[in-house]
């Protein structure tokens, strides 16, 4: 595991940002009939199953929790631990941070089961914020893939998320490496580097890892800054040996800004494409 480096006190920027949500509010919802009939290409995504995600979209920019819940089956689940129920109260807590929000979806590719849709989707989620006085700004990019069924989203699978929470006049500008997806009980390495030279800078950073879990979603953490030496933070970690994701996040704090980034690792017995 990376242990914790930095004093800190902030929200989970995967929410969504981080988580970072966003795939969990956009999901996919038409009616279904027939067979299996293959993978489709976005170009082929039919326009009533366009304007639904319009539709989802423009509920989820308007912070209209019934509207996007209609969306989802009252048994829904998702791989985060994540039910209808629990979904409200994220999703509340979430949007009461942020005075401004828009969501963005696009459809990768969609493929008929059955009776149900399977629709891989990226979503990319923008908003304001106030944290610890200071105003942030928020980009998270989040891909994953629905299943639907009459109508309703019964199921998630996030396969990727990463969000940026930036703050100040100049925040560094962060180049960040970390794989998104590991073997169970596999070491890696995260490197975020300040791209700016440091000069006569003083550069604060840490480095955090948490469990995905529906209970993290809202909750705080307090981190310990410490002094860098160099420009960036340099880490080797290792899986878990259960295949659960991780948040991995680096925060690097300048004089004039504060960058945060957050990314999911997923743990997986076998490699998956």
Not at 30 to 49: K, Q
Not at 53 to 64: K, L, R, T, Y
Not at 164 to 187: C, M, S, W, Y
């Amino acid at each position: 595991m990376i242990n914790s480096v930095s004093s800190h006190q902030r929200r989970r920027a995967t929410l969504p940002g981080s988580c970072l949500w966003a795939t969990l509010l956009l999901s996919i919802s038409i009616a279904s009939t027939g067979g299996n009939l293959g993978v489709r290409a976005a170009e082929t995504v039919p326009n009533e199953l366009k304007q639904v995600i319009e539709q989802i979209d423009s509920n989820a920019s308007q912070q209209n929790l019934q509207g996007v819940l209609s969306f989802y089956d009252r048994q829904f689940e998702s791989e985060d631990g994540l039910t209808h129920s629990s979904l409200a109260e994220v999703l509340s807590g979430f949007w009461q941070e942020y005075s401004q929000i828009r969501y963005s979806t696009n459809i990768e590719s969609w493929e008929q089961e059955g009776n149900a849709w399977i629709a891989e989707t990226v979503t990319t989620i923008q908003g304001k914020k106030m944290m610890m006085g200071r105003s942030m700004d928020m980009q998270s990019e989040i891909r994953s893939r629905q299943r639907l069924e009459n109508q309703k989203l019964v199921s998630q699978e996030i396969l990727s998320e990463r969000t940026i929470l930036t703050a100040g006049e100049n925040p560094p500008t962060v180049d960040f490496q970390l794989p998104e997806q590991v073997l169970i009980g596999q070491r890696f390495t995260l490197d975020a580097i300040v791209q700016e030279p440091l000069g006569n800078n003083v550069l604060l950073g840490a480095v955090l890892e948490e469990p995905v879990s529906a209970d993290n979603y809202l909750e705080s953490e307090s981190i310990d800054l410490e002094l860098l030496s160099a420009g960036g933070l340099f880490k080797l970690g290792t899986a878990p040996v259960i295949p659960e994701p991780r948040w991995i996040s680096a925060v690097l704090v300048r004089g004039d800004g504060i960058t945060m980034i957050t990314q999911r690792l997923r743990v997986v017995k076998s490699m998956q494409n």
